[in-house]
Structures are given as C-alpha cells and as structure tokens.
C-alpha cells in the first residue's frame, strides 16, 4: 500500500527500478534471518553446553573424561538424538504433519524450509541433547557448523562421482544418501542421517540406492492429490490439512 501510494506520489524521481531495490532488500531481508537463525539455534545450545559446564549438569560433567574422548562422544550423542528425533517426525501423527512442509519439494533450499513447529521441536531436542551429554562448548559448536554444512550438501542436486560417494556415505550424508529419504516412495522412511550415517547402518534403516534410480524416483510427498503448492500459507496451514504418509 505504502509502495502505491510512493509510485502514485513520489516526491523525486526513483534511482533505481522496482526489482533492483527490492530483489537487493529481500537478499538484506533472507540474509539477516539467516544470521539470526544461526545466532539463536546454535548460540542457545552452545549457551546451554556452557550453562552445564558451570553448573555440572550431563554426564561429561560428572565423569571425568578427557577432552580428546569427551570432544568426539559428544558430537556422536548429540547426532544420535538428531537421528531419533526424525525418526519421531516420521512416525507420529501431528510431527509428521510438520515435517510434510520439509518433505514436499527438493534442492538445496531445501536444507532451510522446516516448519516454525518442527523447528522448536528440533531446539528443544537439540538443548535437552546438549544437557544430557553435558556436552563440551566446542563440541557443540563444532557440531552445528558441520549440521549446517553437510545438511545444505546433503539437499543439493549435485552429482558427485559414484566412487566419491561410496567412500564418503561410510562416514556422513551425501547428496545421493539423502536424495533417497526424500522419495515419495516408503523410502522415505530410510536414511534418516542428519551427519553419521552409522546410526542408519546401525539400526537398520539404511538403503544405498532409490529403486527407481536418481533420474526416475519421484521426489516429494506421496500423495499429490492433496499436495499443497509451494506457497507460503500453504506450507504454514500443511500440517492441519489430512495426508497420509506412503
Ligand atoms: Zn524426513
């Protein structure tokens, strides 16, 4: 409205076109989000691992171990619950709902499209992770920069050679690895690695390649007669919308 009135009044001639001032200041707008996303998610844990170094709470902070074994533990620990947690969001009724927002389209924007739901619910898991392991400050720092690293790699359409990938997936996701939790087939519900793919391994949820292949799989939610488009209310308003996993 206020734009109108400006075009319709201008007191002086605009520098710039429309697009220009506008594509610049949403880039401002997406860039700060960013920063603030990554201020609050990884400075609240990071803040609640030296809240429980002071107070001696988890169970890093009670055992004396060192630093060396403590550091790696506690990266795994956290992961492991990382790993639990979208177990959850894939089996219970309203958390799949939520993570329906994340499933419905694929690349590497992806890695940032999480409802406000699931995202609270990955903090509050994330923080209570943190507590439990009494989990080293650089630990957890280490660990969010490395999430926010290999979860864009992880969502990007980026081939990597087959040699490359088979090496790489026997440690942490590759965009091959993920591609397949993305499938509109069951699938879905395999490769649930946000970082180590050993718990996949481990607990028997690992599947290497789609059946369809990566050229033929279908990517997003199972049923598309009721898929919503990308717009944002319809992603804000999926979750109370009824859709039944594949
Ligand atoms: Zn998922």
Request: charged fraction near 15%; aromatic fraction near 12%; glycine fraction near 6%.
């Amino acid at each position: 409205m206020a734009c109108a009135i400006e075009r319709t009044w201008p007191r002086r001639p605009f520098k710039y076109g429309v697009f220009t001032r506008w594509s610049s200041n949403g880039g401002m707008l997406v860039t700060n989000m960013l920063m603030v996303r990554t201020v609050f998610a990884s400075g609240g844990t990071v803040g609640m691992a030296y809240y429980c170094a002071e107070n001696e709470i988890g169970l890093l902070n009670l055992v004396d171990v060192p630093q060396v074994v403590a550091f790696p533990l506690a990266m795994l620990g956290i992961d492991f619950v990382m790993w639990f947690q979208h177990r959850l969001l894939h089996q219970f009724g309203f958390l799949w709902r939520a993570h329906q927002v994340h499933h419905s389209d694929l690349d590497l924007t992806t890695a940032l499209r999480f409802h406000p739901f699931e995202a609270f619910f990955t903090v509050l898991m994330r923080l209570g992770a943190v507590a439990i392991f009494g989990t080293p400050i650089l630990a957890v720092a280490a660990y969010e920069i490395l999430l926010e690293a290999l979860d864009t790699l992880g969502h990007a359409a980026v081939r990597i050679p087959t040699r490359v990938d088979a090496v790489l997936r026997w440690v942490h996701v590759t965009p091959d690895y993920h591609r397949v939790h993305h499938s509109a087939a069951p699938e879905m519900n395999r490769n649930y690695a946000l970082i180590f793919t050993l718990w996949d391994r481990l607990f028997g949820t690992y599947q290497a390649q789609p059946e369809k292949g990566h050229l033929k799989m279908k990517l997003g939610l199972p049923d598309r007669r009721e898929a919503p488009t990308l717009h944002y209310f319809s992603l804000l308003l999926l979750p109370f919308r009824s859709m039944r996993q594949g």
